[in-house]
Each structure stands twice: as structure tokens, then as C-alpha cells.
């Protein structure tokens, strides 16, 4: 299950003045000026080319040719988190009264097994598709939103038919369909392939699945590496992994990006402390006990991006020594041990590893 535009889907429903308008989630656009990017547009949004990822300005700049064009202006929104987590938790709740081993894949992604229902008659793809019909209207009723579900033999193939009919689709791929069903398919639909991996295949002619399937395991290996080997099966619809129901947390962090680009110590070294502050409350909110390596993040105004990190011995817990770790980690992009050119800095962020 796939939420439609998930993040302004919910600020669409949840204001009468947003009904039916293009809304925007993401940072503040500043008339143009707003730097960071799209979280998420709906799909009236999309209709002008605001899409997730987008920098905001440029989001900015398609409403204003929309509005040139006599069409309704977008609606930037701010994000609102504790909104959407509670919402997720709802959708979760709801799929499972219907069955017990549910994967929540992000915020706004799920995975579920239905495969009781091969105990079922014949019928039992048929069963499955009146189950998600289900929980698709009963989330529609709590929360207004729309979904899409894929249904198939396995999560590569339900992920991939939650994409086929959306918004508010459901696509149903019977085990002896799957291979066919990617035969056709740009070869940018199975998971995994990026606009580096499609390019070097568009090179050699290769644009739909079907024309990957003429590689041996051998080439994909050597053209990919060990991820090759695992491409030669999912273009061949087979997929073996899991669902997992909890999954583990790798870290927890924070990032800013600044309104201007900036080398100032006490303006960037204010906002530095209040993510630490932020990262660590969130530590303590977590259930975990301990952490073992603080990570800091500086991206540049050339968008190079520097990472540090640093094992903390004998830490003893405190707040106070945390943030006075993280800023020795970001004094030397002040200076020549880390920044020689005296470049500005457009993004810091911090967050901790190794949870325990």
C-alpha cells in the first residue's frame, strides 16, 4: 500500500480552503527566494511539474506561471510531523485488523501478508482484492486520503502494481502473470535502478524489462556487482525477502539548511546547538540507551558535502558533553584544517550511530 501524496493529501483534507487547490508541502518559499526543497505536491501540483524533491524555489516559480496562465496559484504548507506520524499510526491500526503481519516500509509506505488466504477456495487472489478494497474505504473514511495497493506473489511485485493505477488505484498480478508483467515495463520501475543504472542500459539499446532479461547473470555481475546478481531474479519476478514487521533504527539526526549561505561562527554554531539539542531529546524519547558515534554533516555553497564522525569513550550520557563533542567535530570547517578555501557553508547537520 502506497499513500497518494500522502503529506498534502492530509493538509487538503484537513482544511476546507485547501480542498481541490494545488498544495505544496516543503520549505517555506520565501517568493522565490526559499532555499530547501519539495517535500510533497498533490496531484494538482503535479499537474504544473511540482514534484517531490524539487527546490522550492523553482516549485515557487511553476506556481507563478500557473497563475500567469489564469490557473489557481499553489498553496505552500509547512510540514507538520506529529500530523502525519499519527496518521501513519492510524493506517497502520487499521490494516492490522485485517491481518497480523504488517511491515510499515516508511511514513507512508506499508507492506502486508495476505497469504492466509491460500487457504481459501480457488478464488483467494479474488478474496484478497476484497480485503484491500476494505482498507482502502475504511481509510478514506477516517482520514480522507486516498491509497493504492498492489497485490502480487511477493513485496517486488506488490510494490510495483501500487504504482500502476494511481491515485486511489488497486492492481491485482496473479503469480503465473509476474514475469509477463514486467516484460513491458521501463526498465526504471524495478526498485533499485536509478538514472545512472537506466542511462547505462539506454546505451545499449535496453529500455523496457523484457530487454534486460537478454543479459546473463554473468554480465549483470560485471556490469554491477553483486547487485546484478540480484537484478538477474527481480527482472525475472522473483523476490524472496521478508516482511518485517519492526525494523531496526540505524540513527537518529537533524539538519538545518540556511536562508543564505554563511560562514558566520555564531549564527551557524546557535543553529548547530539547537539540533543537537533537538537529536539528543529525540535519543532520549527513543528507548535506546546509549549511542556510540556522533556524525556531523557540512554541505558547502558548491554543494560539496563533508561528513565527521567520532567513537565517544567512556561518554557518560550527558547532554552537556554530547553538543561539546559535536562542536569540536565542526570547529576546523571554520578554519584551514577543514575548509582551506574559506568556502560557505549552505547545510550543517548531526546525527548519532550505533544505538543501543
Not at 549511542?291 to 558535502?305: A, M, P
Not at 552537556?320 to 547545510?347: A, G, H, Q, S, V
Request: with cysteine; charged share 35%.
Amino acid at each position: 500500500m502506497d499513500m497518494d501524496a500522502f503529506f498534502a493529501s492530509l493538509e487538503e483534507a484537513g482544511s476546507e480552503i485547501f480542498r481541490g487547490k494545488p498544495i505544496v508541502v516543503g520549505s517555506d518559499p520565501k517568493d522565490g527566494q526559499g532555499r530547501g526543497v519539495v517535500s510533497t505536491a498533490n496531484y494538482k501540483a503535479r499537474e504544473y511539474g511540482i514534484k517531490s524533491a524539487l527546490p522550492i524555489s523553482r516549485a515557487w516559480e511553476l506556481s507563478q506561471k500557473a497563475k500567469k496562465e489564469g490557473k489557481p496559484e499553489a498553496i505552500f504548507v509547512q510540514p507538520d510531523f506529529e500530523r502525519y506520524n499519527k496518521a501513519h499510526d492510524e493506517i497502520l491500526g487499521t490494516i492490522k485488523k485485517y491481518c497480523d503481519l504488517v511491515e510499515p516500509a516508511s511514513i507512508d509506505e506499508f507492506y502486508f501478508d495476505l497469504s492466509f488466504l491460500e487457504k481459501k477456495p480457488a478464488e483467494g487472489w479474488d478474496y484478497a482484492v476484497e480485503l484491500c478494497k476494505k482498507i482502502k474505504k475504511e481509510i478514506k473514511e477516517k482520514l480522507k486520503v486516498t491509497c493504492s495497493v498492489g497485490i502480487g506473489p511477493n513485496k517486488l511485485i506488490a510494490k510495483i502494481a501500487a504504482g500502476i493505477k494511481k491515485p486511489d488505484g488497486l492492481f491485482l498480478v496473479e503469480a503465473d502473470e509476474a514475469e509477463k508483467f514486467l516484460e513491458l515495463l521501463p526498465i526504471r520501475e524495478i526498485p533499485g535502478i536509478g538514472p545512472k543504472t537506466e542511462k547505462l542500459f539506454n546505451d545499449k539499446g535496453v529500455k523496457i524489462v523484457k530487454d534486460l532479461k537478454g543479459f546473463s547473470k554473468e554480465e549483470l555481475k560485471e556490469a554491477l556487482g553483486k547487485w546484478g546478481e540480484a537484478l538477474y531474479s527481480k527482472i525475472r519476478a522473483i523476490d524472496d525477502s521478508p516482511i518485517v514487521e519492526n525494523r531496526e533504527v540505524k540513527s537518529i539526526g537533524e539538519q538545518a539548511t540556511f536562508p543564505c549561505d554563511s560562514r558566520d561562527f555564531i549564527y551557524i554554531g546557535q543553529v548547530f546547538e539547537n539540533l543537537c539539542k533537538g537529536v539528543f531529546k529525540s535519543f532520549l524519547q527513543s528507548g535506546f540507551k546509549e549511542f556510540k558515534t556522533v556524525v556531523i554533516v557540512v554541505r558547502f555553497s558548491d554543494f560539496e558535502t563533508k561528513t565527521t564522525a567520532k567513537t565517544l569513550k567512556n561518554f557518560t550520557g550527558k547532554e552537556k558533553e554530547f553538543r561539546l563533542e559535536t562542536m569540536k567535530l565542526l570547529l576546523p570547517y571554520f578554519d584551514k584544517r577543514k575548509n582551506p578555501r574559506r568556502k560557505l557553508i549552505r547545510l550543517i547537520g548531526v546525527r548519532l550511530e550505533k544505538l543501543k
